[in-house]
C-alpha cells in the first residue's frame, strides 16, 4: 500500500513538471519578441525542472531507501540531486538576467503592440529576408 | 524499448550540424555547435560510457565553446561566404 | 513493491517527451533572428540536458550519472556568461 502512494506522488509531480517544461517551451517558440521569450524560458523552465527532480528524489528515497533498504545510500545520493535543484534555481534567473542586460546595451527594442510596422526595421531582422515574423 | 531515445538524440545532433553549416551568423553557429556538443555527451552517458561523457561535457560547453567566442571575439563576426 | 519495477517504462517516456521539447527549441535556436535567441535557445536545451541525464541515470539504475548533471548545469551557466560578455 505504501509504494502505491510514492508511485502516485512521483508521477504527479513528474507529470506537473512536463507541464512546466512544455509550457515554456511553447512560450518561447510562439512569442512574438525576445524579451518576452525570456519571460517564459527563464521562469518555467527553472520551474519545471525542479519538480521533475523533486519527484526523482522522492523516488529514489521510496525505491532505495524502503524497497532495498539501504536508506543512507539513498539519503546520499538525494543531496547531490538537492544540491543540483539549488543550484539551478540559483545560476538560471542570473542567467536570464545577464541575457537582457546584454541585449538591452546592444539596444533590442521590446516590441510593442501598436507599432507592427515599425518592428521591422529593427535590428535583428537584417539576415530575416522573409515578412515579419509575426506577420 | 531504449533506442526510442537514442534515435531522437541523434536526429537532435544532425539537425544541429546542418543548422551550424548553414547559419550566416559566426557567433550563432559557435552557439549551436555547443548545444551539439552538449547532446553528444547525453549520447556518450546512454550508451554507457560515464567518463567519456564526462569529458565530452567538461570540453565541449566548457572549453571549445569559450575558445571559439574569444577568437570572435578577435574576427568580424560574420562570415562573408 | 511490483510497481517499482516497471517505473523505468515512465521515465522513458518522461525522456522522449523532453527531447521532443528540446527539438521544439531547437527550431526557434536556428530560426530566432538575432544571435540573443539562439543563446536562450542552448540554455534551454542545457536545462532540458540536466534533467534528462538524470533521468537516464534512473532508467539505467546506476547512480553516477549525477555528477555529470552537476557540472552541465555548471558549464551551462558559465556558457551563457561567456556568449553574453561577447
Not at chain 1, 15 to 44: E, N, Q, W
Not at chain 2, 8 to 22: P, R, Y
Not at chain 2, 28 to 43: D, E, F, K
Not at chain 3, 36 to 51: E, L, M, P, Q, Y
Request: with cysteine.
Amino acid at each position: 500500500m505504501f509504494d502505491t502512494i510514492i508511485i502516485s506522488i512521483v508521477i504527479l509531480l513528474l507529470l506537473i513538471g512536463l507541464f512546466f517544461t512544455v509550457a515554456g517551451t511553447i512560450g518561447f517558440v510562439r512569442f512574438p519578441d525576445f524579451y518576452s521569450r525570456m519571460h517564459a524560458t527563464g521562469k518555467c523552465d527553472t520551474l519545471g525542472e525542479g519538480l521533475m527532480l523533486l519527484a526523482l528524489i522522492i523516488y529514489m528515497i521510496g525505491y532505495e531507501g524502503i524497497f532495498k533498504g539501504d536508506l543512507v545510500h539513498a539519503l546520499f545520493i538525494s543531496i547531490k540531486i538537492i544540491l543540483l535543484i539549488l543550484f539551478i534555481l540559483l545560476a538560471n534567473p542570473t542567467s536570464t538576467h545577464a541575457i537582457a542586460k546584454a541585449a538591452h546595451d546592444v539596444g533590442l527594442q521590446p516590441w510593442k503592440k501598436t507599432d507592427e510596422t515599425q518592428w521591422m526595421n529593427d535590428m535583428e531582422t537584417d539576415e530575416v529576408t522573409n515578412g515579419g515574423e509575426t506577420g | 524499448m531504449i533506442w526510442i531515445l537514442d534515435f531522437t538524440m541523434l536526429l537532435f545532433l544532425v539537425v544541429c550540424a546542418i543548422a551550424a553549416i548553414s547559419i550566416k551568423d559566426l557567433l550563432s553557429a559557435v552557439i549551436i555547435l555547443s548545444a551539439y556538443s552538449l547532446v553528444m555527451a547525453i549520447v556518450w552517458v546512454e550508451m554507457q560510457s560515464v567518463d567519456v561523457g564526462f569529458t565530452e561535457a567538461a570540453v565541449g560547453a566548457g572549453i571549445t565553446t569559450v575558445l571559439f567566442i574569444a577568437t570572435l571575439a578577435r574576427t568580424e563576426g560574420r562570415s562573408e561566404d | 513493491m511490483t510497481g517499482l519495477i516497471h517505473m523505468p517504462d515512465f521515465f522513458l517516456f518522461v525522456a522522449v517527451i523532453i527531447v521532443i521539447a528540446s527539438f521544439v527549441s531547437l527550431y526557434r535556436g536556428i530560426e530566432g533572428p538575432g544571435i540573443f535567441n539562439r543563446i536562450i535557445a542552448v540554455n534551454v536545451i542545457g536545462t532540458k540536458t540536466i534533467v534528462l541525464l538524470v533521468l537516464i541515470g534512473f532508467i539505467y539504475q546506476r547512480q553516477d550519472f549525477f555528477d555529470i548533471a552537476l557540472v552541465y548545469a555548471i558549464l551551462n551557466f558559465i556558457m551563457t556568461i561567456a556568449a553574453t560578455r561577447y
